[in-house]
């Protein structure tokens, strides 16, 4: 089962497909919900599938995995990886790079910042969600730091990854290409939904699996950050919402 619908209700859509069919694979959308209660139904509702994924496919794409390959330490250093640009879409797209950096590293997500967030909310391009600009700051397990950093003047988006003082890579996503430290480049493109769905879903059809994160994987990450957003979501209207409007 795929399901690509926005994070509104869909904890119940999914209930309500397992009540009257079986479904053994599923795809499920990042932002997987608007609360952390609303994750754990989509956990109980699947929880009899053989495998549940969640599409954040940038730790299997080509350009990515070269990187990394280029990077041979991610997984010993202590990193500090900046997402810098111009309404790159913080709140929808941050868990993208919070699932690669942790892809990456091999580390768990332990805490997010949320005090350098704008407390101005603005309406995204989807109707009745929410988007903001400002900076998080995400902690990993053995140290490693991801800044995420959205403005609403137009910069160039750049992801920067440091692993010290001398040694870093950045990677201008748009652009498709990364430059590293060394002066040596590498050239790649975000691949297209359209490009990666076939030979994800050919994966789980004829061997069972893909290389997409688990929902148990992204529960982890996306628990902490719904919690992050939503108490940053109340403390900008001094509200008591129980579910944070992004997508």
């Known amino acids: 089962g795929i399901i690509a619908t926005s994070s509104k209700n869909r904890a119940s859509l999914i ?28 956990k109980d509702a699947t929880s009899n599938a053989k495998k549940v994924y969640v599409n954040t496919p940038k730790r299997q794409m080509k350009w990515y995995k070269q990187i990394q390959s280029k990077l041979p330490n991610l997984k010993e250093s202590k990193l500090q990886i900046i997402k810098s ?9 941050s868990i993208h790079y919070l699932d690669l950096v942790t892809h990456w590293t091999g580390e768990t997500l332990v805490s997010i910042n949320n005090s350098n967030l704008s407390k101005e909310w ?11 600009t ?40 748009k652009k498709g290409i990364s430059i590293f ?18 030979p994800i879903i050919t994966g789980i059809l004829t061997k069972g699996d893909c290389e997409l994160p688990t929902l148990f994987e992204s529960c982890k990450l996306h628990s902490i950050f719904l919690n992050s ?3 940053h979501w109340n ?3 001094k509200n008591k919402d129980e579910k944070v409007p992004i997508t």
């Open 235 to 237: 403390k900008s209207f």
């Open 85 to 93: 640009g111009g309404l790159w879409g913080l709140a929808c797209n």
């Open 181 to 198: 430290s060394d002066k040596s480049t590498l050239n790649g493109k975000q691949d297209l939904q359209s490009e990666i769905g076939g």
């Open 15 to 42: 209930s309500n497909i397992t009540s009257i069919t079986n479904i053994n694979y599923w795809i499920i959308e990042k932002i997987l919900a608007q609360s952390v209660e609303e994750l754990e139904i989509i």
């Open 122 to 132: 603005f309406k995204s391009k989807r109707k009745g969600y929410f988007e903001i």
């Open 134 to 173: 400002g900076k998080l700051s995400a902690k990993f397990s053995k140290g490693t730091e991801l800044i995420l950093q959205s403005s609403k003047d137009i910069i160039e988006n750049v992801l920067s990854i440091r692993l010290n003082q001398k040694s870093y890579c950045e990677i201008y996503e």
């Open 229 to 231: 957003m939503l108490e």
